[in-house]
């Protein structure tokens, strides 16, 4: 009867201890560390990026960082060298090659715009959005008078900062 007692004890134990290491093992309660990455965006544009391609000398680029945990997204660009002002532009979905869909609010220009100028703003993006931007599915553009479908066009890359 001891021996039974002293068993069933032992198996009592074996089984809390058990439980203690399974529990602390658990992964469901850390941070995910691929939330808390950080990313640098960058891309430069050109005509030849267009579909279909557009002749001419102008160019752009964009810079900026996308924070993971907030899913903020923080860009400059530049352009030089249009036709004349932009008329419009954006962020867009779509791989290298391939006419995509608007992502965001598109960009608007005042009066003031010349044919060479910055853009700066913040977007918080979608989980989907983070998604396509992190697979380089994105790329931004610009429209002009004279080309009202895009002049220049940059696909972006997302690098992540160590």
């Given at each position: 009867?001891?021996?039974?007692?002293?068993?069933?004890?032992?198996?009592?134990?074996?089984?809390?201890?058990?439980?203690?290491?399974?529990?602390?093992?658990d992964?469901?309660?850390?941070d995910?560390?691929i939330?808390?990455?950080t990313?640098?965006?960058?891309?430069?544009?050109?005509?030849?990026?267009?579909?279909?391609?557009?002749?001419?000398?102008?160019?752009?680029?964009?810079?900026g960082?996308?924070?993971?945990t907030?899913?903020?997204?923080?860009?400059?660009?530049?352009?030089?060298?249009?036709?004349g002002?932009?008329?419009?532009?954006?962020?867009?979905h779509?791989?290298?090659?391939?006419?995509?869909?608007a992502?965001?609010?598109?960009?608007?220009?005042?009066?003031?715009?010349?044919?060479?100028?910055?853009?700066?703003?913040?977007?918080?993006l979608?989980?989907?959005?983070?998604?396509?931007?992190?697979?380089?599915?994105?790329?931004?553009?610009?429209?002009?008078?004279?080309?009202?479908n895009?002049?220049?066009?940059?696909?972006?890359?997302a690098?992540?900062?160590?």
């Amino acid at each position: 009867m001891k021996m039974e007692k002293w068993r069933a004890m032992l198996m009592a134990i074996v089984v809390i201890a058990s439980s203690a290491v399974m529990v602390s093992c658990d992964d469901d309660d850390d941070d995910d560390p691929i939330a808390e990455r950080t990313y640098t965006i960058s891309g430069d544009a050109a005509g030849g990026q267009v579909v279909p391609p557009v002749e001419g000398t102008g160019s752009g680029t964009i810079s900026g960082t996308y924070n993971a945990t907030t899913r903020q997204l923080s860009y400059t660009n530049t352009w030089n060298g249009l036709t004349g002002a932009p008329t419009g532009g954006g962020f867009y979905h779509g791989a290298t090659g391939v006419n995509g869909t608007a992502v965001g609010t598109p960009w608007t220009f005042d009066g003031t715009a010349t044919e060479t100028g910055t853009n700066s703003g913040t977007m918080t993006l979608t989980e989907a959005q983070a998604d396509q931007l992190l697979a380089g599915d994105w790329y931004y553009g610009y429209n002009t008078a004279t080309n009202t479908n895009g002049e220049v066009r940059g696909q972006i890359t997302a690098t992540e900062v160590d």
